[in-house]
């Protein structure tokens, strides 16, 4: 997860005060232009996840739950997704799901394995007959990250008969 400090440090004098702006303002123009979105599928993108996924031609195809999960095992607000890039050769849907978490033993959340998780289902389904590979860009940014910080999904779809 990506964090960024709530505070911004403060320099004195003149001298100080010129370089801390001349910084604030690259770092500006760089969060600006970070944020952007791009369906440029060659690239792997800082934060990104890649998988790959098969899928049955014209079935309902579950991608991935993505969730978030509180230190008391609550469900805290799933992340806002977003379809950067569209399936060629299918449609892609998001969805309300609920899921079990499975972290390994010795995990700060292993104790919430057991009980259900509200997340958010991208659901993939290929236009009927198709056979082939398609791939989905998705977008996700954690409630309470600035709004510059996304995580990318990629998933590299098999279609079968």
Known sequence: MKTTPNY???FGGKMMLRA??????????????????STD???????????????????KQLLTNVFKVNEDCSS???????IVSEPVHGSVSIVRSTTSTTYEPGHKLHKCNSRKISALAPIYVSNP????????RISGQVAG??????????????VTK
């Open 20 to 37: 801390t702006l001349t910084v604030m303002t690259v770092v500006s123009i760089g969060l600006v232009t970070g944020g952007c979105q």
């Open 76 to 82: 805290a607000r799933p992340p806002a997704l977003k």
């Open 8 to 10: 911004l440090p403060f």
């Open 129 to 136: 007959g198709y056979v082939g590979e398609d791939r989905v």
């Open 41 to 59: 599928l060659s690239k792997t993108y800082t934060g990104s996840t890649t998988m790959v996924i098969h899928a049955k031609s014209g079935q």
């Open 145 to 158: 990250n600035p709004r510059e910080f996304y995580d990318y999904f990629e998933f590299r779809v098999i």
